[in-house]
């Protein structure tokens, strides 16, 4: 008896050490989710994309390298930094609802980052976030804006949606205000914020429609109504890519709605010209015959 007593309680012992062995292990797994993100968000060419070498060849060969302004030099360095602040919030309220919307999306938002790198190393500009792991910022602002982010979306899965919405609406103000400064002139810088804004336009019809379902509606912050009003009124913008390769091979492929199949500028700055005389936004400037996007 004394035996058998003996055999179970060292069985329930170590079931005790394997459960206690398997929550630690998860423990750090979980440690290690948000502190990383998967290869899959890694890897651009594994969700579809471009791989920044080839983003950055493109930006490198297809446009100018003119002298950059004070503010140019400021607000790549800015966008920067908030493009990855969105990726890091989405990510952790991806790991935390699992959620097609921020899965998709942070994978935008590391192309945008990759974007704005690529020109960074254009005109050796240092890179404000080098060596900054998941939730980590130069940026005091940044610092405390993501904290206050991941604390309200932590809260309920609409308030998730909410936070994204959120800086989704300031992004592209924060663009939109750069690109009205005249001494914001270089073709590649201007192609590059182009596309962000008509990324975070897309981001930000995703999470009012995912409110929506539930009911729930979003007071605009930093945009002007009409301009936000304006933006969810119109559907999906669909485009070539992040810029590369359908607008700087010279096929003329406009970014926008319209796809034209003429001689394009590559310079990020004309509208691709589609059937039904609907064009694109900021697409290659051309004149052939193209088809809805």
Known sequence: IHQVMKTRLNSKVAGIVLLMGLSVGMMQCEKQAIAEPTVEFQNLEARGGLDPATLCACLTENYATDALSDDEITALQFMRQEEKMARDVYFAMNERYDQKVFANIIRAEQQHMDAINCLLDKYRLADPVLGL?????????????????????????????????????????????????????????????????????????????????IGISYDVQYLNEDIYQSIIETTTERGSGMLCPALCDGSGLGKGIGRGQGNGTCDGTGLGTGKNNRQGNRGSSN???GRNG
């Open 133 to 213: 792991g998941y939730g980590e910022f130069a940026d005091a602002g940044l610092v405390k804006w993501y904290g206050e982010l991941i604390e309200k979306g932590n809260k309920s899965l609409a308030d998730a949606w909410q936070v994204g919405a959120t800086i989704e609406d300031l992004d592209i103000a924060d663009l939109e205000s750069w690109l009205a400064k005249a001494s914001l002139d270089n073709a590649d810088v201007k192609a590059v914020f182009g596309e962000l804004m008509r990324g975070s336009r897309n981001h930000l019809r995703a999470f009012v429609r995912n409110l929506g379902w």
């Open 287 to 289: 004149n052939g015959n």
